[in-house]
């Protein structure tokens, strides 16, 4: 026996009762305004902001696993998405550290110090 027809006489109404609604136009859907909400903080950064985070969250992942080259693009991208993060700066820095690209580390802590510690003394001293 189908477990659905058990109900007996009470589901047998529901579904007629149902259609009757239905066939004489009983159901009726309103049209409403879509709800809006204030954005969330940081939304008028826009998609280039998440993606910098991403970039950034997958090139610390690459650190942690000691796979330095790998981190490198990661982070190169997550800089060319957003140039302010310090974050970025920092553990690009640290990656070509890492891979012996020294000239290319001093770089990148050149622009950490840039962005972060005292950007208007950066420029002024020559260092970004």
Not at 13 to 38: F, M, N
Not at 58 to 86: T, V
Not at 100 to 121: Q, T
Request: net charge neutral.
């Amino acid at each position: 026996m189908n477990v659905w027809w058990r109900g007996g006489r009470g589901a047998a109404w529901a579904i007629g009762a149902a259609l009757s609604l239905a066939a004489c136009g009983g159901l009726q859907v309103v049209p409403q305004e879509p709800l809006v909400a204030d954005p969330p903080l940081g939304a008028s950064e826009g998609a280039a902001t998440g993606a910098s985070g991403t970039e950034l969250q997958r090139g610390i992942a690459y650190i942690k696993n000691e796979k330095y080259e790998d981190a490198k693009a990661h982070l190169e991208k997550a800089l060319e998405l957003k140039p302010d993060s310090a974050e970025a700066s920092y553990y690009l820095a640290l990656a070509k550290e890492k891979t012996g690209d020294r000239p290319g580390a001093e770089a990148a802590y050149r622009s950490l110090f840039a962005v972060s510690i005292f950007p208007g003394l950066a420029t002024r001293t020559g260092w970004s």
